[in-house]
């Protein structure tokens, strides 16, 4: 599919030594536009402590109207040790929505990811509402999360 927006650029690094602001400004970002924050498999590589500096540099980037994804774990699931090709998972939590909203964003949402499917004939991501989860229905759950902040 291409590209539906304005541009995409990729900046490579470390994010625990990384300043994301400014190699994204380095490669033309422009915090006063809105943006899309995709964070695909990373969430659980990082610890508590990498995630929550990562959401409040991003948060302090994404200008209003900016949207935010990432799959994710329950804190539970974590616990259990998970990893994927033998690389463990660092953290899981209940709470992503707590995080993006004190970063700035107006409002998040997690999903247990068997309610999210792609609809191939429609070309598009389907989202089934019955499947949102709160914090308390995660407590003690192993689960597997799709979270979104806008």
């Not at 422009?30 to 498999?41: D, I, V, Y």
């Not at 970063?103 to 792609?118: E, L, N, T």
Request: hydrophobic share 40%; net charge positive; with cysteine.
């Amino acid at each position: 599919v291409p590209v539906q927006c304005a541009g995409r650029r990729t900046i490579a690094g470390d994010l625990g030594k990384l300043d994301l602001k400014s190699a994204l400004q380095e490669a033309g970002f422009n915090s006063s536009k809105p943006s899309c924050w995709l964070l695909e498999g990373l969430v659980m590589y990082l610890t508590r402590s990498e995630l929550h500096k990562l959401a409040a540099q991003i948060g302090e980037l994404a200008a209003p109207g900016s949207a935010l994804w990432h799959d994710a774990f329950s804190e539970t699931s974590i616990r259990q040790g998970m990893s994927f090709y033998g690389v463990p998972f660092k953290s899981g939590q209940d709470n992503y929505s707590e995080i993006w909203t004190k970063c700035g964003f107006q409002k998040s949402i997690m999903m247990d990811s068997r309610g999210a499917w792609v609809d191939r004939e429609a070309r598009k991501l389907q989202m089934d509402d019955r499947y949102q989860v709160l914090p308390s229905q995660l407590s003690g759950r192993p689960m597997c999360l799709l979270v979104r902040a806008e």
